[in-house]
């Protein structure tokens, strides 16, 4: 099919475009996070369900002609899907992808890095919320804390520009590491994002005691740093940035008590081509249905338009707006359809 030489990019009923897709690659992780993946047993994708690298970097042109130029590729855990650079330099290809971005548990990057970089990944993001190993290993149930300070160096010398390290903040957990994590991510050559403990799917044991918030993440910071100054900046990007007074940048990623349902233009796809317009949405489109039953680009790209132009999502605002908040779907209600997972639709 002949492209279109300019993309068309909808909007939604608030005016928001369609921008960034988030890829999970797998539901699969190797880590087991308190606040994600909770449970002892889960079920997973059915896996003559996952989309094949054909099907994704097909969906992903459907994507980016229609003004999305933006792609992370997440997971579970994205570096446990064989071949992950393979599908990387199938995307990569696309002209009209601008970013194309990784965000991983690390365990596996110190292999794949190189690989990664060369097939034309422009930015990783790793996640890390402590520099402890004894408490990775508590809150991880996984003995990788190694693994993934190794993943983070071989990202640096591999070259990798936007190198992030992103730690979810939990109170009684970690609130006490702000200040090294952020040493760490100087010496890393990383930008630190701090992120609020959210209830999204799969957060079974979230409560609202255990936020550590925005505003207090930058009371810690301002005790041991000094001023710290907000960066002024008009894009979609989830986290606030802010200035130290020896000029480091950190983010906060402030998605609890500062929803930005307002500027997101994120939407979702699964690694079985389910497809979600909000990380809190109970229901989404099944794109590999049509994708597998010989429907024509046009008849996806009419699927994805139609959809988009009567989204009305905010999830994070509205939880917010209750006034008492728990966890947002029960056990049973996941078990039944692993898509409310947030591990399942890509964090
Ligand atoms: N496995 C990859 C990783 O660890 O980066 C990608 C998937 S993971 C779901 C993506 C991000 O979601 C991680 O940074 C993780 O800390 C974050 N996350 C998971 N559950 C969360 C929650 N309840 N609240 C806030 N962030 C959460």
């Given at each position: ?198 209830d ?8 609202m ?46 998605s609890t008590t500062r929803p930005f349902c307002h ?15 909000c990380?809190y ?31 009305n999502d905010r999830g994070a605002e509205e939880r917010r707006m209750l006034g008492s908040r728990s966890?947002l ?19």
């Amino acid at each position: 099919m002949k492209r279109p030489m300019v993309a068309y990019t909808p909007s939604d009923l608030f005016g928001r475009p369609l921008r960034s897709l988030r890829v999970s690659v797998t539901d699969r992780c190797n880590l087991r996070c308190s606040y994600c993946m909770p449970e002892e047993e889960y079920v997973w994708l059915p896996r003559e369900e996952l989309l094949t690298f054909e099907e994704i970097t097909q969906l992903a042109e459907i994507f980016t002609d229609l003004g999305v130029d933006k792609v992370r590729l997440t997971g579970g855990e994205p570096l446990l899907r064989k071949d992950l650079p393979v599908l990387a330099g199938m995307l990569s290809k696309n002209p009209r992808l601008k970013d194309l971005a990784l965000t991983t548990n690390g365990t596996l990057l110190a292999e794949q890095a190189q690989a990664l970089r060369e097939a034309g990944v422009h930015r990783i993001t790793v996640s890390l919320d402590t520099l402890r190993p004894e408490r990775f290993k508590a809150s991880t149930r996984r003995d990788s804390h190694a693994r993934v300070l190794q993943g983070i160096e071989a990202a640096r010398v591999a070259g990798c520009r936007g190198l992030k390290i992103d730690s979810m903040v939990m109170r009684g957990a970690n609130e006490d590491e702000l200040g090294d994590l952020i040493e760490f991510g100087k010496r890393a050559g990383a930008e630190v994002r701090f992120i609020e403990y959210m209830d999204v799917g799969g957060a079974t044991q979230w409560s609202m005691s255990k936020v550590f918030p925005r505003a207090e993440i930058l009371q810690v910071l301002s005790r041991r740093y000094g001023c710290i100054e907000p960066v002024v900046e008009d894009n979609s990007s989830p986290a606030e940035r802010f200035l130290l007074p020896d000029g480091t940048l950190f983010g906060i990623i402030a998605s609890t008590t500062r929803p930005f349902c307002h500027r997101c233009d994120r939407s979702r796809l699964t690694a079985d081509g389910m497809w979600y317009l909000c990380l809190y949405a109970q229901t989404g489109a099944n794109l590999r249905k049509p994708l597998r039953g010989g429907a024509s680009q046009d008849e996806i790209q009419a699927l994805i338009v139609s959809a988009w132009q009567r989204r009305n999502d905010r999830g994070a605002e509205e939880r917010r707006m209750l006034g008492s908040r728990s966890a947002l779907v029960g056990i049973e209600q996941l078990r039944k359809d692993p898509h409310l997972e947030m591990h399942t639709r890509g964090g």
